[in-house]
């Protein structure tokens, strides 16, 4: 059980250091759900299955589900922009025609 | 719509009509990263063609390079300097001196005075009822916050909302969420209740239940999940939920906080309605924590309910 | 250094503290920044957490009524605490995001840096 405990301790500290290295944020996100649910199984070692099914059900389903909407969010604001922007060139484009 | 077995032979035959339903997903443009790479390389150079404010353009490179500098000693002297506190620490596993006569009474006369099998469960909504409360308060906050940030009140922008975000058509995800969602909501459910019983509470349940509406209003789209919970009953279970336990808590010290007077008895321990006051008030805070987090969800996704 | 492989739970908590205090400072990126915050939550409760635990010791959930012995259970203070403080950094998090959220819908970027120098400029024009 301790080398267990110790494993999943490395493997804690190997997906923060994950999250603060990748360069791509869809990645760092489903880093963190991963290190989420080590972290629960690590209460569960440390005797506070209470933590541990707060941390399963919050920590991993519900902050990661904010992050990635989040995330899709702001794609989809990058692509409203820029197709507004094309829509309002066209429009300034036909107006010219017209003139 | 076709019949499932049309669709899966046609998924079978790599027909491209299997994507039946998901023309309006594919007709809107994913945003290439070029493009949005472009964007910042354009918008760097103009923030650099450009002297910002009194602070010259050598000088803000020479803050940034401070900046990272003290950053990189706050970082080695705050690691080093708890690290070595650990060091100093008595044996992990052996500490009995956290173990003071707050403790003792907790476990000790825990169930005697609370009724509850899991001393953690009567430890948060009883001896620390009031903390509890706080901290649902803190939910329900964070949600107003949320509302009044993200709320959309346009009808044309919510229009545009509901076509981008159009994942109801996914047969995967149709077809394993039919057979997860009720597992989800009954193993909820199972927590809620069983609170003072097993590991669990209000906390978790609640927040397993949300997580299990999120997975319905994503696999069968916001009706399904708006029958569910419309903003009426939302707005309605949240208060009468906080206002409930405000007023049973208020009971119980009213009472004289020691179940002594009080009309509502432990019970005998290890049964289901046992615990006195911990089942209701479980359930409310587990009530407010789902529509808490059903909300917040809403509001991210879509701006409005 | 004896200490610390003997206190490894609480060493590992402290590096996963100042792993995310680092993300914190070093990221531009708002996102990266509340996914630091989130992991120097978890590194705290897990100290908290490892504090009450005492070795042998079974979670505080009472299986004979009626013999209670106090060594048979670990400390549940700590347990009672980070419930709490999990719940709290949820709501941290989902007012963070829709901030910003909101500063992206206004200045079209996740970066501090970029944030600070358009609402610069953006001053000098308006003043």
Same mark, same amino acid.
């Given at each position: 059980?301790?080398?267990?405990?110790?494993?999943?301790?490395?493997?804690?500290?190997?997906?923060?250091?994950?999250?603060?290295?990748?360069?791509?944020?869809?990645?760092?996100?489903?880093?963190?759900?991963?290190?989420?649910?080590?972290?629960?199984?690590?209460?569960?070692?440390?005797?506070?299955?209470?933590?541990?099914?707060?941390?399963?059900?919050?920590?991993?389903?519900?902050?990661?589900?904010?992050?990635?909407?989040?995330?899709?969010?702001?794609?989809?604001?990058?692509?409203?922009?820029?197709?507004?922007?094309?829509?309002?060139?066209?429009?300034?484009?036909?107006?010219?025609?017209?003139? | 719509?076709? /019949?499932?077995?049309?669709?899966?032979?046609?998924?079978?035959?790599?027909?491209?009509?299997?994507?039946?339903?998901?023309?309006?997903?594919?007709?809107?443009?994913?945003?290439?990263? +070029?493009?949005?790479?472009?964007?910042?390389?354009?918008?760097?150079?103009?923030?650099?063609?450009?002297? $910002?404010?009194?602070?010259?353009?050598?000088?803000?490179?020479?803050?940034?390079? $401070?900046?990272? %500098?003290?950053?990189?000693?706050?970082?080695?002297?705050?690691?080093? $300097?708890?690290?070595?506190? %650990?060091?100093?620490?008595?044996?992990?596993?052996?500490?009995?001196?956290?173990?003071? +006569?707050?403790?003792?009474?907790?476990?000790?006369? @825990? /169930?005697?005075?609370?009724?509850?099998?899991?001393?953690?469960?009567?430890?948060?909504?009883?001896?620390?009822?009031?903390?509890?409360?706080? +901290?649902?308060?803190?939910?329900?906050?964070?949600?107003?916050?949320?509302?009044?940030?993200?709320?959309?009140?346009?009808?044309?922008?919510?229009?545009?909302? +509901?076509?981008?975000?159009?994942?109801?058509?996914?047969?995967?995800?149709?077809?394993?969420?039919?057979?997860?969602?009720?597992? %989800?909501?009954?193993?909820?459910?199972?927590?809620?209740?069983?609170?003072?019983?097993?590991?669990?509470? @209000?906390?978790?349940?609640?927040?397993?239940?949300?997580?299990?509406?999120?997975?319905?209003?994503?696999?069968?789209?916001?009706?399904?999940? @708006?029958?569910?919970?419309?903003? *009426?009953?939302?707005?309605?279970?949240?208060?009468?939920? /906080?206002?409930?336990?405000?007023?049973? *808590?208020?009971?119980?010290?009213?009472?004289?906080?020691?179940?002594?007077?009080?009309?509502? *008895?432990?019970?005998?321990?290890?049964?289901?309605?046992? @615990?006195?006051?911990?089942?209701?008030?479980?359930?409310?805070?587990?009530?407010?924590?789902?529509?808490?987090?059903?909300?917040?969800?809403?509001?991210?996704?879509?701006?409005?309910? | 250094?004896?200490?610390?492989?003997?206190?490894?739970?609480?060493?590992?908590?402290?590096?996963?503290?100042?792993?995310?205090?680092?993300?914190?400072?070093?990221?531009?990126?708002?996102?990266?920044?509340? #996914?630091?915050?989130?992991?120097?939550?978890?590194?705290?409760?897990?100290?908290?957490?490892?504090?009450?635990?005492?070795?042998?010791?079974?979670?505080?959930?009472?299986?004979?009524?009626?013999?209670?012995?106090?060594?048979?259970?670990?400390?549940?203070?700590?347990?009672?605490?980070?419930?709490?403080?999990?719940?709290?950094?949820?709501?941290?998090?989902? #007012?963070?995001?829709?901030?910003?959220?909101?500063?992206?819908?206004?200045?079209?970027?996740?970066?501090?840096?970029?944030?600070?120098?358009?609402?610069?400029?953006?001053?000098?024009?308006?003043?």
């Amino acid at each position: 059980m301790e080398t267990f405990k110790i494993i999943l301790l490395l493997m804690l500290i190997g997906c923060a250091i994950c999250v603060s290295l990748t360069k791509r944020l869809l990645t760092a996100v489903i880093i963190f759900m991963c290190y989420s649910l080590i972290m629960a199984v690590v209460w569960i070692l440390l005797e506070s299955p209470d933590l541990g099914i707060t941390e399963a059900a919050v920590g991993a389903g519900v902050s990661g589900i904010l992050l990635l909407v989040t995330l899709k969010k702001i794609n989809k604001t990058e692509t409203d922009s820029e197709e507004s922007e094309e829509e309002q060139k066209k429009k300034a484009g036909d107006g010219d025609e017209t003139r | 719509m076709k /019949l499932d077995k049309e669709r899966f032979n046609a998924w079978l035959n790599d027909d491209p009509d299997r994507l039946n339903g998901m023309e309006e997903m594919a007709e809107i443009p994913y945003p290439p990263r +070029e493009r949005i790479k472009e964007k910042r390389q354009e918008l760097q150079e103009r923030i650099d063609a450009q002297p $910002v404010g009194q602070i010259s353009f050598l000088s803000r490179k020479f803050w940034q390079r $401070v900046y990272s %500098v003290f950053a990189v000693i706050c970082c080695a002297v705050m690691t080093v $300097v708890l690290l070595s506190t %650990v060091a100093e620490l008595p044996r992990f596993g052996e500490y009995r001196d956290t173990i003071n +006569e707050l403790t003792e009474r907790y476990i000790v006369s @825990g /169930l005697k005075e609370t009724g509850a099998v899991n001393i953690v469960a009567g430890i948060i909504l009883d001896y620390r009822a009031f903390d509890t409360l706080g +901290e649902s308060f803190v939910l329900f906050c964070a949600l107003n916050c949320v509302l009044i940030l993200l709320r959309i009140d346009s009808s044309d922008d919510v229009r545009h909302h +509901e076509l981008y975000f159009n994942l109801a058509h996914d047969d995967i995800l149709r077809k394993s969420a039919l057979f997860s969602i009720p597992i %989800v909501f009954v193993y909820g459910i199972y927590v809620l209740l069983n609170g003072h019983l097993s590991p669990g509470g @209000g906390f978790s349940g609640g927040a397993v239940i949300g997580a299990g509406i999120i997975l319905l209003s994503i696999a069968y789209g916001e009706r399904a999940s @708006g029958a569910l919970i419309s903003e *009426k009953v939302f707005k309605t279970v949240c208060c009468c939920a /906080l206002a409930f336990y405000g007023v049973a *808590k208020s009971y119980s010290f009213f009472t004289g906080a020691n179940h002594l007077h009080s009309i509502i *008895k432990p019970g005998t321990p290890g049964e289901i309605l046992s @615990g006195g006051l911990i089942l209701p008030l479980n359930i409310a805070v587990g009530m407010v924590v789902a529509c808490t987090i059903y909300g917040m969800y809403r509001m991210f996704k879509k701006g409005r309910f | 250094m004896k200490g610390l492989l003997a206190n490894y739970e609480e060493a590992a908590a402290i590096i996963l503290f100042c792993i995310g205090f680092s993300t914190l400072l070093f990221h531009r990126n708002m996102l990266k920044k509340i #996914i630091g915050l989130n992991i120097m939550d978890t590194g705290l409760y897990l100290f908290l957490a490892s504090m009450g635990y005492i070795d042998g010791a079974r979670a505080p959930i009472l299986t004979d009524v009626n013999a209670i012995n106090m060594a048979d259970y670990i400390n549940p203070v700590p347990s009672a605490l980070v419930l709490t403080g999990i719940v709290v950094s949820v709501s941290v998090t989902a #007012i963070t995001l829709s901030l910003t959220v909101r500063l992206y819908s206004k200045y079209r970027t996740l970066n501090l840096d970029e944030i600070y120098a358009i609402a610069r400029r953006t001053e000098k024009e308006e003043f």
